[in-house]
């Protein structure tokens, strides 16, 4: 079976790849489950930059096959805000006070105005190997006040029009069909395969 490290601590994430890629027979270990993990420092200007150097880092450090991911919200209003710095918005990867300061920003901003779209970012690197890059997105608007009890970070207030629901109100199935995550991750496996293979 093949096992790789998913870079990264957010449970909602690992169960969200994990049900892509366990049917494939492939151990996913979050950060969670390791010991000694080194600070990663997201210094990049791009999703793609900190995705990789997040995958670069747990690679060297534990020399396993490693996969990451960084998302984020684009909110038009906002000239873009909060994009690479969705986690941090509102201080420490806090999701009640990012979206607090979320719709504190927005105060004022109706309707169509309050357009936005979630970017992902998903990337596999392994020693002496040319990474994989997939991305994908999806685009709705932020409602003004949480609704939907599922999901993290966003969801609750990113509403998806063809669905008339929140992301916190779709099962994660209806989730991952139509998500930004999804779409990359799809994306992301009808290449795996091959470079996996290629990079043996």
């Not at 494939?24 to 200007?45: A, K, Q, W």
């Not at 509102?90 to 979206?99: E, I, L, P, R, V």
């Not at 608007?141 to 029009?161: N, T, V």
């Amino acid at each position: 079976m093949t096992e790789l490290i998913f870079a990264s601590k957010n449970e909602g994430k690992v169960r969200e790849f994990r049900e892509f890629l366990t049917p494939l027979g492939i151990t996913v270990r979050s950060l969670n489950e390791l010991v000694d993990v080194p600070t990663i420092v997201e210094n990049g200007t791009t999703f793609a930059e900190n995705a990789l150097i997040k995958a670069r880092t747990i690679a060297a450090t534990f020399q396993q096959p490693v996969i990451a991911d960084d998302a984020g919200l684009v909110v038009d209003a906002l000239n873009g805000a909060p994009g690479i710095y969705s986690a941090r918005y509102a201080g420490d990867h806090d999701d009640q006070a990012n979206n607090t300061k979320l719709l504190k920003e927005l105060n004022g901003v109706v309707g169509d105005d309050r357009s936005a779209s979630f970017y992902s970012v998903i990337v596999a690197v392994k020693p002496n190997a040319a990474p994989l890059i997939a991305t994908g997105s999806v685009t709705g608007r932020i409602l003004e006040e949480a609704r939907g009890d599922d999901g993290f970070g966003y969801d609750p207030l990113f509403f998806y029009e063809p669905m008339q629901r929140s992301f916190a109100e779709l099962s994660a199935s209806e989730k991952n069909a139509v998500s930004h995550r999804g779409n990359a991750l799809r994306k992301f496996m009808k290449e795996f395969s091959q470079w996996w293979e290629e990079q043996q």
